[in-house]
């Protein structure tokens, strides 16, 4: 009887954590049907008294380049977590599975990037992407974060409790390390790949202090930063920004509901061997 109670404060607990962190999605949704007389006006009313969809129209024309913003995002975030996917997937794997020379060095190095505060290292992600001639490029922003650290970690450990009975078969069948990994493994570690790209892709959607360095070139800003556009010198015109803003949030919700069925499997993997 006392667990059952227990769970039942756990849930309502919950419930009312999720009502709480829900709210301001709610507002921020309404407030982009309203005009801006009524946003700025006295009174939070969630329904709005003066409904209109000219906010989300006005976002396109007013700023001809939000098209070109929300474009350059989209190119951002599905490449950067391809290749965190192909790259972070194959480094845990090697890490996991393959004895050579520096093995526990280079996971002990990984480790302790984890700890770097990404601040730290903005100032010389910014010189060298100049020296290259990267700044104001799809690569400026690519290249820096076509990898991460923690999610290196997790994928090794994850791989380190993938049976080995299924890679001893494949090599039976005259399969080499990378015909294994590519036609064996990866297609089992969809959880973990799921996961991966829910976060790779949200943190990349989301990212705002790197582009606001490495770009300055107004088509080449990403939607975060152009969101910037809609702020005034006298004014700030929450309408648009909240219009902007549930646009900007659409692409984040339909990847998580595409990749929800593996999600809850995949946040499993970090409690593995070390």
């Not at 997937?89 to 526990?104: C, D």
């Not at 992407?129 to 991460?148: E, H």
Request: zero cysteines; hydrophobic letters at 55%; aromatic letters at 18%.
């Amino acid at each position: 009887m006392k667990t059952k109670w227990l769970i039942w404060v756990m849930y309502a607990g919950l419930i009312l954590y999720a009502i709480v962190t829900f709210i301001p999605f709610l507002w921020a949704l309404s407030a982009s049907f309203k005009p801006l007389a009524e946003i700025s006006g006295s009174g939070s009313n969630f329904i709005p008294k003066n409904f209109t969809f000219e906010n989300y129209q006005q976002i396109f024309s007013r700023e001809p380049l939000f098209g070109r913003w929300l474009l350059n995002s989209a190119i951002v975030a599905v490449i950067v977590a391809a290749f965190n996917l192909l790259f972070n997937s194959m480094a845990g794997y090697a890490l996991a599975r393959i004895r050579f020379p520096g093995n526990r060095l280079f996971f002990f190095l990984i480790l302790a990037v984890l700890v770097v505060p990404a601040q730290i290292t903005l100032l010389p992600k910014f010189l060298i992407l100049k020296s290259l001639g990267w700044l104001n490029s799809y690569q400026g922003l690519i290249i820096p974060t076509a990898v991460n650290a923690t999610f290196i970690f997790m994928m090794r450990q994850f791989f380190i409790n993938f049976p080995k009975e299924l890679e001893e078969a494949a090599e039976l069948d005259g399969l080499n390390r990378f015909e294994t990994f590519f036609q064996i493994v990866l297609p089992l570690a969809k959880p973990a790949l799921a996961a991966q790209t829910i976060f790779i892709f949200m943190g990349s959607w989301n990212e705002f202090l790197l582009p606001l360095v490495v770009m300055s070139n107004p088509e080449m800003f990403t939607l975060p930063i152009g969101l910037n556009a809609f702020k005034g010198q006298y004014i700030t015109y929450w309408n648009y920004i909240m219009a902007a803003s549930m646009v900007f949030t659409l692409p984040a919700l339909a990847i998580y509901a595409f990749f929800n069925r593996y999600f809850i499997q995949g946040v499993t993997f970090t409690g593995g061997k070390s």
